[in-house]
Structures are given as C-alpha cells and as structure tokens.
C-alpha cells in the first residue's frame, strides 16, 4: 500500500508559480504511473497531469499544457507538479494519486491511494 501526502500549495497572485511535491511510502513507489488531479469547489475532481514510472512520458490535460510540469525523483520517493503562469481558474485543492496502470490515464477511476491534498488559490 503506497501513503501519499502532498505540499506546497498556498496563495499566489496571477502569474506566479507554485511548486507542489507529492511523497510516497512504500518500496514499490517507484513502481507506479503516478497522476495529479485537482478538485475546485462545487465542482469535479479533473485530470491535471500523469508520470509513467521511469518518468519518461508524461501527459497533460489541455488547459494546463505549457504552464504545468509533472517530474519524479524516485531516489527520494516523491512526484512535483511545477505550475507557472498561474491563473484564478486554476484554483483548487490539487491531489496526487497512484496510478493502476501502466498507462497514463486521464480519468479518477484509474488511480488510488490518493493524498489528502494541498489547497492552491490563485489571486486576481
């Protein structure tokens, strides 16, 4: 069973960035894809970003792709979401999670083990 707990968030003002940090328990960390998602008020939680395990592919949704960065160190058990250029819109709480699959996956279903999330409020 891998434990997540993610970091980093906080307030910004629009245009800053933040980096988030998502660590992992268990030997088998590095085993897994691993997902970032993100969940505004009122709203569904949605597909941020996606690692593979080696961290070789990535995957992004569309309306963070050029401003979001997905990375892993696997040494160090612990997945980072870099985000620039950040908007109003992209305020949420941002959870990590693990992946079930081998493929990067855009959808809730396919991931587990989720964190308990870092709130991320981008200032007008």
């Known amino acids: 069973q891998v434990q997540l707990v993610e970091s980093g968030g906080g307030l910004v003002p629009a245009g800053g960035s933040l980096r988030l940090s998502c660590a992992g328990s268990?030997?088998?960390?590095?085993?897994?894809?691993m997902g970032w998602f993100r969940q505004a008020p009122g709203k569904e939680r949605e597909f941020v970003a996606a690692?593979?395990?080696?961290?070789?592919?990535?995957y992004y949704a569309d309306s963070v792709k050029g401003r979001f960065t997905i990375s892993r160190d696997n040494a160090k058990n612990t997945v980072y979401l870099q985000m620039n250029r950040l908007k109003p819109e992209d305020t949420a709480v941002y959870y990590c999670?693990?992946?079930?699959?081998?493929?990067?996956?855009?959808?809730?279903?396919?991931?587990?083990?989720w964190g308990q999330g870092t709130q991320v409020t981008v200032s007008s």
């Open positions: 999670a693990k992946s079930l699959s081998i493929w990067l996956r855009n959808s809730v279903r396919e991931y587990d083990s």
């Open positions: 690692i593979s395990w080696s961290g070789g592919s990535t």
């Open positions: 268990g030997r088998t960390f590095s085993s897994y894809a």
